[in-house]
Nanobody, 128 residues
Framework: QLHLVESGGGLVQPGGSLRLSCSAS????????IGWFRQAPGKEREGVSC????????YYTDSVKDRFTISRDNAKNTVYLQMNSLKPEDTAVYYC?????????????????????WGQGTQVTVSS
């Protein structure tokens, strides 16, 4: 059973930063693409970023480009989402998801239905 755990969420002021972590147990992340998604109250789940397993290519939704950075540390079996210049509209529950051997085009689509394993989420609140 694949097990993912997100951490690092919290309350931050606009313009601040947070780093989310997605840690895996029961499997090695090396062969999995990892996506970050978010869901705000009353809204659909939205793809935020994805990183491939093959070459570490990264993809972002337009609203977070140049502010968020996804990275992976296979030695620590962890994927990170560095979030800078946070805005109130970034407030949501953030989820990481894993899918084995995802092609880059599928990763870039940031589509939730493609990913088979999910964490429980971590709340990010951006407010003054």
């Amino acid at each position: 059973q694949l097990h993912l755990v997100e951490s690092g969420g919290g309350l931050v002021q606009p313009g601040g930063s947070l780093r989310l972590s997605c840690s895996a147990s029961g499997f090695t992340l090396d062969y999995y693409a990892i996506g970050w998604f978010r869901q705000a109250p009353g809204k659909e789940r939205e793809g935020v970023s994805c990183i491939t397993s093959s070459d570490g290519s990264t993809y972002y939704t337009d609203s977070v480009k140049d502010r968020f950075t996804i990275s992976r540390d296979n030695a620590k079996n962890t994927v990170y989402l560095q979030m800078n210049s946070l805005k109130p509209e970034d407030t949501a529950v953030y989820y990481c998801a894993a899918q084995r051997q995802l092609e880059w085009a599928e990763c870039a689509r940031l589509a939730a239905y493609i990913f088979g394993s999910w964490g429980q989420g971590t709340q990010v609140t951006v407010s003054s």
